[in-house]
């Protein structure tokens, strides 16, 4: 019995047809020896209904050993329900099918948990990721699925359109371990050696870039060995772009058409372009962070001048000392609560302050700690600046720059939270604030390693009008990279790269400090490579599972994927990782330490 039509298909027009469907069981109903089966496929349900046929004792057996999530097939013909009976709910809820035949695939035992959207979702996920070939069967994660291709199709398709080929790069690569934590993979046939499993296809996309491919794109499987969290997962899948002979406003021409065909294509919907553009010092002083949710306010301002001869210590001594004291004000959250107002403060200790200092209008006053030491022309300037009103209360942070702008910009995004519980602040859900956010330094300074180093990687071209400041100002120099953020999440990076050797050289040993020998180990192809008529190039990823999560309106990427790991990277279906054999680690020349032997070593 082959499929006529999906599950999700029929409706009144086909009235009298005699049609066929496949699918699974999701729900059965005896109205007196009558069985109203709602049959569901991928594409949704359509109610049939089985009568009991006292010529035929088999097809009673069949239908009377029905259970929720069998699998079956069915024939019958459409029939009209009556007006009463009608499910307006549903797209097939103004006809049913008569069964006239059915065939049973296969008889489900009882599941481990309800596969219906609004149960499933208060499931452990736990138990859901062990057993997620019965959670991808829900509505919801089918939609999720779907949604996922149309995107994909969508960036495939509009690519082709601008003249990219889609080309693979390989698995296994060379460790290249200054970037996060790397898999590695033993090579059988060189023991002691090791492959590493890419972080990204960086440096192959260059080389196609040198051999002439000139457009390549390729929606690839990257791989980090790091801490996971909602957002992040270790095995993870990548738009990955890189195009010769373009500047950065090519790419940023291109980036926007690309998101306006997803858009169109997954979601229906236009989105505006050309997408705002803000720079990396400018999205910190304001929003504290690099990937700002530009949908709310809560600005911060600087009021370092304003305090820098108060007699309020903490502050005038910070900006003495060269840092800033910058402050924001949270409309009608004077009233928050004790236990809300800690969990504030935690968050700012957690990223170093020693406390949270507020201000709190209530009643008329100003009520906090801090306020007596203000003077009258600090207080008014504030009230001025901030525009503070009854019931409005303002949070400071006083230390250097980046950690006085990180703060409040995790407090910034708590006090959005609370704004939302209590209805303060509304966000629509079709609300897509696209933002590049441009202009970072090429180069930070780690203390810890006492050395420069690259802010996006070390391949990123610097702007050709800081370009002198590398000898003398690594930190001031401006790269030629790029971030695209939407809501507060940061969907992908790329920049405009170095293409020639003696300032790709210059970038690892004299600014980078990495030795001449480790340049030469990890890098010396590309290097040699540059020689032979590189082209002006440049590039971006995004993250797929980080677009497709916005997309479907869910913080956790693992909502998207269809086999995800758990937090502790796990894959709780098939128990992975697993032991393997002495054989194979003896064939891959590895001996393994239990925790006790290793600590004794």
């Avoid at 097939?92 to 008569?98: D, L, M, N, S």
């Avoid at 709780?572 to 002495?582: A, G």
Wanted: glycine residues 8%.
């Amino acid at each position: 019995m082959k499929r006529t039509h999906h599950c999700g298909q029929l409706r009144k027009d086909d009235v009298g047809k005699t049609v066929s469907l496949t699918g699974w069981i999701d729900s059965i109903r005896d109205h007196g020896g009558i069985l109203f089966v709602d049959l569901r496929d991928r594409e949704g349900l359509t109610q049939v209904k089985a009568n009991p046929n006292s010529d035929d004792a088999n097809f009673n057996d069949l239908v009377n050993s029905l259970k929720p999530e069998s699998v079956i097939a069915i024939e019958g013909e459409v029939e009209a329900r009556d007006e009463a009976n009608s499910n307006d709910k549903l797209p097939t809820g103004a006809i049913e099918v008569q069964v006239t035949r059915l065939v049973v695939h296969n008889i489900s035992e009882t599941p481990p948990f309800p596969i219906d959207d609004e149960k499933g979702d208060k499931v452990n996920e736990d138990l859901r990721l062990s057993y997620r070939y019965l959670d991808l069967r829900r509505g919801k994660m089918q939609r999720v699925m779907k949604l996922r291709h149309l995107a994909s199709k969508a960036v495939r398709d509009y690519l082709d359109g601008e003249g990219f080929y889609d080309v693979e790069t390989p698995i296994l690569f060379k460790s290249t371990p200054e970037g996060a934590r790397e898999y590695l993979v033993p090579s059988r046939r060189d023991p002691g050696y090791f492959y590493a499993l890419p972080q990204s296809p960086q440096q192959f996309k260059q080389m196609l870039m040198v051999s002439g491919i000139e457009r390549y794109y390729q929606i690839a499987r990257c791989f980090r060995d790091e801490d996971l969290r909602a957002d992040r997962q270790m095995e993870f899948t990548q738009i990955d772009l890189e195009l010769s002979f373009i500047d950065r406003e090519d790419m940023y021409a291109l980036v926007e058409g690309l998101m306006k065909n997803v858009w169109k294509e997954a979601l229906g919907m236009d989105i505006p372009t050309p997408f705002p553009r803000m720079s990396y010092q400018d999205a910190m002083n304001r929003y504290g962070v690099d990937k700002p949710d530009t949908r709310f306010g809560l600005e911060i301002s600087d009021f370092s001048e304003n305090f820098k001869e108060s007699s309020f210590k903490v502050f005038s001594g910070t900006v003495k000392n060269g840092g800033v004291v910058k402050a924001f004000k949270a409309p009608t959250l004077a009233n928050v609560t004790q236990g809300e107002m800690k969990s504030l403060e935690g968050i700012a200790k957690s990223l170093g302050a020693k406390g949270l200092a507020f201000i709190k209008v209530e009643g008329g006053e100003w009520k906090s700690p801090i306020v007596k030491f203000f003077s009258e022309e600090e207080k008014e300037t504030l009230s001025k600046e901030l525009s503070l009103e009854e019931g409005d209360i303002v949070f400071f942070a006083a230390s250097e720059w980046e950690q006085a702008c990180a703060i409040l910009g995790r407090i910034r995004l708590e006090c959005a939270e609370l704004l939302k519980s209590r209805g303060v602040l509304e966000i629509p859900a079709n609300q897509f604030n696209f933002l590049w956010v441009i202009d970072f330094p090429l180069m930070s300074y780690d203390e810890d390693e006492g050395r420069y180093v690259a802010t996006h990687h070390p391949f990123t071209s610097p702007v050709p009008e800081d370009m002198d400041l590398l000898d003398s100002d690594p930190k001031a120099v401006r790269g030629q990279h790029y971030d695209l953020v939407l809501n507060g999440v940061e969907l992908g990076g790329g920049s405009i790269r170095i293409h020639q050797t003696e300032i790709q050289r210059k970038v690892f040993q004299d600014v980078l400090a990495i030795p001449e020998d480790v340049v030469e180990s990890r890098f010396g192809y590309m290097l040699e490579a540059f020689k032979y008529g590189a082209p002006p190039h440049g590039g971006i990823a995004f993250g797929l599972d980080r677009l497709v999560a916005v997309l479907a309106g869910t913080p956790s990427i693992r909502d998207v994927i269809a086999f995800p790991k758990t937090q502790k990277g796990q894959c709780l279906m098939t128990n992975s990782p697993s032991m393997v054999t002495d054989r194979q680690l003896k064939e891959l020349h590895i001996e393994t330490l239990t925790l006790e032997e290793e600590t004794a070593e």
